[in-house]
């Protein structure tokens, strides 16, 4: 049963991917000025232009640039940048790890973060200690993840005159300086998650604490934690899952200013860099990267939901 | 019986004024109501008031800041915080707290044209596509769902996106925004398309819940017309869902605008936003005049939480299912 909605759900995501490759394909081209214009001087003559325009394949008509990437990409080749002649996929292999381990760590930290902070305030709900969660979890949500770095780089420096290491330190030179670099802007990325994943964790067990069943079970005599944790999150916990599925292009959205922020050589960056170059075959295939990713964990979701809650029949 | 008692009465609980009394006016009546909410939601009420404060910054600009936007003060650079600038000045002798009333403008009007237009455009997405469903249902959601890159499918609750739904992901702002170029106008529609997107999928829900009350069979049954249906028996049903969405939205637009506005895509200088301030200048003097990276962060900060603390507090009383009981 499971393995028959799996497959009908990947049926339904090849249109989605289709389009969004559509999408990916079409967004860099609509941003005024190209490549070429950006590669040869004001000087240059039209007809070098042109040139340049037919030896890239940016002057064939946009449905046939569209149809031959899409064959490429479906086996594996997204083709080559259009500045440095380099392999996507080679430049973006290098990267998605930097990315990936930030993401990585958010998402951990999120979660760390939210679940024992949610499961207190939904306990005490009303009381002094669930207002100052909740009103913490509020900041979380507001405070913008760009200016929390600055912060978290001026006043230490200027307290204390430590500043954060800028260059980047590969895992394999010095594994703790390169977790303790990637650390912090992954606790940053993951604190808007963490906030929101805090608020889900708490409305959902109280709606949870107020079934029938929980009333038995406090008329048992079971104790408060046995309860609230067996009873409670349990059962309030199938819908936080969902919500870090769709936290995902939030922590990679986030990782746009962060990575700038830190120096960290990170896919985001790249893609960053890619957009003020016109370097359409980046931008196409880092966004159809998280395209694809997207969906792909959500699917991935979608099939913990059905194991964790074994009510759900397909 | 005095008006303040019989509001005294009224809040405690107590049976209404008794007949013959005269009837209260409008104003008394929302009064009481926005008593009430403050009693019964103090956190609300705190951030209902960060609201008011920033609206009222960005109507009376002039007559609140001290300086205009762009006026320099001789001999008053990098000051740090003191009586004569509040909250210091920057590297071109500029009043911070002036700069920061006037930023309050660009979030404000950002933040309103923007959601404004994506309610709009999403009630109408939303509402129709639940209702009539079918082919249009398919590929308007086909479409919306690519645009968003999220297909949390049919399983997902839409009041778990409703819990999230201050938050949304600033990259694809930031494509749409380079797309269109910098400028207030082309940031409000690259926001809103995103927004629209999303708040369609949690109207759409709240639409197919509706959908399935026995009144709407009942219209259905005694031959009322589609319009009728939407207009008479699902919209003001969906109305407390769209009131939520756009008070949680407003601060998550804010935030966007000031992300974006961070990256270069906002308004033009020297119209201060509070996100760019915190980029360029700020960031390069923030170790020489920390003042000048600290005061607009502050400034998002405030307002996002007083718009989601008000947002929270109206979904409590306006959603029956998170209402009351332990």
């Given at each position: 049963?499971?393995?028959?909605?799996?497959?009908?759900?990947?049926?339904?995501?090849?249109?989605?991917?289709?389009?969004?490759?559509?999408?990916?394909?079409?967004?860099?081209?609509?941003?005024?000025?190209?490549?070429?214009?950006?590669?040869?001087?004001?000087?240059?003559?039209?007809?070098?232009?042109?040139?340049?325009?037919?030896?890239?394949?940016?002057?064939?008509?946009?449905?046939?640039?569209?149809?031959?990437?899409?064959?490429?990409?479906?086996?594996?080749?997204?083709?080559?940048?259009?500045?440095?002649?380099?392999?996507?996929?080679?430049?973006?292999?290098?990267?998605?790890?930097?990315?990936?381990?930030?993401?990585?760590?958010?998402?951990?930290?999120?979660?760390?973060?939210?679940?024992?902070?949610?499961?207190?305030?939904?306990?005490?709900?009303?009381?002094?200690?669930?207002?100052?969660?909740?009103?913490?979890?509020?900041?979380?949500?507001?405070?913008?993840?760009?200016?929390?770095?600055?912060?978290?780089?001026?006043?230490?420096?200027?307290?204390?005159?430590?500043?954060?290491?800028?260059?980047?330190?590969?895992?394999?030179?010095?594994?703790?300086?390169?977790?303790?670099?990637?650390?912090?802007?992954?606790?940053?990325?993951?604190?808007?998650?963490?906030?929101?994943?805090?608020?889900?964790?708490?409305?959902?067990?109280?709606?949870?604490?107020?079934?029938?069943?929980?009333?038995?079970?406090?008329?048992?005599?079971?104790?408060?934690?046995?309860?609230?944790?067996?009873?409670?999150?349990?059962?309030?916990?199938?819908?936080?899952?969902?919500?870090?599925?769709?936290?995902?292009?939030?922590?990679?959205?986030?990782?746009?200013?962060?990575?700038?922020?830190?120096?960290?050589?990170?896919?985001?960056?790249?893609?960053?860099?890619?957009?003020?170059?016109?370097?359409?075959?980046?931008?196409?295939?880092?966004?159809?990267?998280?395209?694809?990713?997207?969906?792909?964990?959500?699917?991935?979701?979608?099939?913990?939901?059905?194991?964790?809650?074994?009510?759900?029949?397909? | 019986?005095?008006?303040?008692?019989?509001?005294?009465?009224?809040?405690?609980?107590?049976?209404?004024?008794?007949?013959?009394?005269?009837?209260?006016?409008?104003?008394?009546?929302?009064?009481?109501?926005?008593?009430?909410?403050?009693?019964?939601?103090?956190?609300?009420?705190?951030?209902?008031?960060?609201?008011?404060?920033?609206?009222?910054?960005?109507?009376?600009a002039?007559?609140?800041a001290?300086?205009?936007y762009?006026?320099?003060?001789?001999?008053?650079?990098?000051?740090?915080?003191?009586?004569?600038?509040?909250?210091?000045?920057?590297?071109?002798?500029?009043?911070?707290?002036s700069r920061i009333v006037y930023g309050a403008r660009?979030?404000?009007?950002?933040?309103?044209?923007?959601?404004?237009?994506?309610?709009?455009?999403?009630?109408?997405?939303?509402?129709?596509?639940?209702?009539?469903?079918?082919?249009?249902?398919?590929?308007?959601?086909?479409?919306?769902?690519?645009?968003?890159?999220?297909?949390?499918?049919?399983?997902?609750?839409?009041?778990?996106?409703?819990?999230?739904?201050?938050?949304?992901?600033?990259?694809?702002?930031?494509?749409?925004?380079?797309?269109?170029?910098?400028?207030?106008?082309?940031?409000?529609?690259?926001?809103?398309?995103?927004?629209?997107?999303?708040?369609?999928?949690?109207?759409?829900?709240?639409?197919?819940?509706?959908?399935?009350?026995?009144?709407?069979?009942?219209?259905?049954?005694?031959?009322?017309?589609?319009?009728?249906?939407?207009?008479?028996?699902?919209?003001?049903?969906?109305?407390?869902?769209?009131?939520?969405?756009?008070?949680?939205?407003?601060?998550?637009?804010?935030?966007?605008?000031?992300?974006?506005?961070?990256?270069?895509?906002?308004?033009?200088?020297?119209y201060p936003?509070?996100?760019?301030?915190?980029?360029?200048?700020?960031?390069?003097?923030?170790?020489?005049?920390?003042?000048?990276?600290?005061?607009?962060?502050?400034?998002?900060?405030?307002?996002?939480?007083?718009?989601?603390?008000?947002?929270?507090?109206?979904?409590?009383?306006?959603?029956?299912?998170?209402?009351?009981?332990?």
């Open positions: 049963m499971l393995k028959r909605y799996l497959a009908r759900r990947l049926l339904v995501a090849v249109p989605s991917l289709l389009i969004a490759s559509a999408i990916v394909f079409m967004l860099p081209r609509l941003i005024p000025g190209d490549a070429v214009q950006l590669m040869l001087a004001e000087t240059s003559y039209a007809k070098d232009i042109d040139e340049l325009r037919a030896k890239l394949g940016l002057d064939r008509p946009f449905h046939v640039q569209y149809v031959e990437w899409l064959g490429r990409a479906a086996r594996g080749d997204l083709g080559e940048s259009l500045w440095t002649r380099r392999p996507v996929l080679s430049e973006l292999a290098q990267r998605l790890p930097v990315t990936g381990e930030l993401a990585l760590y958010a998402t951990v930290s999120a979660l760390l973060i939210a679940l024992p902070i949610g499961v207190v305030a939904a306990a005490r709900q009303d009381s002094l200690s669930d207002y100052v969660l909740r009103s913490l979890a509020i900041l979380g949500l507001s405070v913008p993840n760009f200016w929390l770095a600055t912060l978290l780089i001026v006043l230490p420096a200027i307290w204390w005159g430590w500043r954060p290491v800028t260059g980047f330190v590969e895992f394999r030179q010095d594994p703790v300086a390169h977790v303790a670099q990637i650390l912090l802007p992954a606790l940053i990325l993951g604190i808007a998650s963490a906030a929101a994943l805090m608020r889900l964790t708490r409305g959902m067990l109280l709606e949870v604490l107020r079934q029938d069943y929980v009333r038995t079970a406090w008329a048992k005599g079971l104790t408060e934690r046995a309860v609230v944790i067996k009873h409670g999150l349990r059962n309030a916990v199938i819908p936080v899952i969902t919500l870090l599925g769709t936290q995902l292009p939030l922590i990679l959205g986030g990782t746009v200013i962060i990575e700038q922020i830190f120096g960290l050589p990170g896919v985001s960056r790249f893609l960053f860099d890619a957009i003020n170059q016109r370097d359409y075959p980046v931008i196409q295939g880092v966004n159809l990267l998280v395209v694809s990713t997207v969906v792909l964990v959500n699917l991935v979701v979608d099939a913990l939901y059905a194991v964790l809650d074994p009510r759900i029949r397909y | 019986m005095s008006a303040t008692t019989s509001a005294t009465l009224e809040l405690n609980g107590a049976a209404p004024a008794p007949a013959g009394a005269r009837p209260r006016t409008v104003a008394v009546r929302w009064a009481l109501a926005v008593a009430h909410f403050a009693r019964r939601k103090p956190l609300g009420a705190i951030g209902g008031m960060i609201v008011l404060a920033m609206l009222v910054m960005a109507v009376f002039e007559q609140i001290p300086y205009r762009d006026e320099t003060v001789r001999g008053a650079r990098m000051t740090p915080p003191s009586a004569a600038h509040w909250l210091g000045t920057d590297n071109l002798s500029r009043d911070m707290w660009v979030s404000v009007t950002v933040g309103f044209a923007t959601i404004a237009l994506a309610i709009v455009v999403a009630t109408a997405i939303g509402v129709s596509s639940a209702y009539f469903g079918g082919p249009w249902d398919l590929v308007v959601q086909r479409v919306v769902l690519s645009l968003l890159a999220i297909g949390p499918g049919g399983l997902s609750d839409y009041r778990a996106i409703l819990a999230h739904e201050s938050e949304m992901p600033n990259n694809r702002y930031f494509t749409l925004a380079y797309l269109l170029g910098p400028g207030p106008l082309n940031l409000i529609v690259s926001i809103a398309i995103i927004a629209t997107a999303t708040n369609s999928r949690v109207i759409r829900g709240a639409t197919l819940t509706v959908m399935q009350s026995q009144f709407v069979e009942a219209a259905r049954a005694m031959g009322c017309g589609h319009m009728r249906i939407i207009v008479r028996h699902l919209l003001p049903n969906v109305v407390a869902t769209i009131i939520i969405l756009a008070t949680i939205g407003l601060g998550a637009v804010i935030l966007a605008e000031s992300a974006l506005s961070f990256l270069g895509f906002g308004v033009p200088p020297p936003s509070w996100g760019a301030m915190l980029s360029g200048s700020g960031r390069t003097y923030m170790l020489r005049a920390p003042w000048m990276a600290i005061w607009p962060g502050v400034a998002i900060s405030l307002a996002v939480f007083g718009f989601n603390m008000l947002g929270d507090a109206l979904r409590d009383v306006l959603d029956p299912r998170l209402r009351g009981g332990r």
